[in-house]
């Protein structure tokens, strides 16, 4: 089974239709791949959401990632009336 991190690359660039290392930004851009992997290594329960090359990635430790597009272009969050 792929690690966390490596499932949320695969993921966005099946979304992008790239291969995985063909994504700029790279994920250690967006948050420390290592540190993310082991946050779910062992554990049976947990969510994390980062943003990544545009997207608002979910990873749950059932091995789940849910990736919705930010639909500002400078990366921020859409505001909330």
Known sequence: MPSPSTRIVETVARR????????VPELY???DPDA?????RG???G????????YRVTL??????????IENEDGSEPAVA
């Open 16 to 23: 992008e239709g790239v291969a995985p290392h063909e994504l």
């Open 60 to 69: 749950t430790a059932d091995e789940k990632v849910t990736v919705e597009e």
């Open 29 to 31: 851009q967006a948050t």
């Open 43 to 45: 554990r049976d329960h």
């Open 36 to 40: 993310l992997d082991q946050l779910f």
């Open 47 to 54: 969510i994390v959401t980062i943003r990544f090359h545009g």
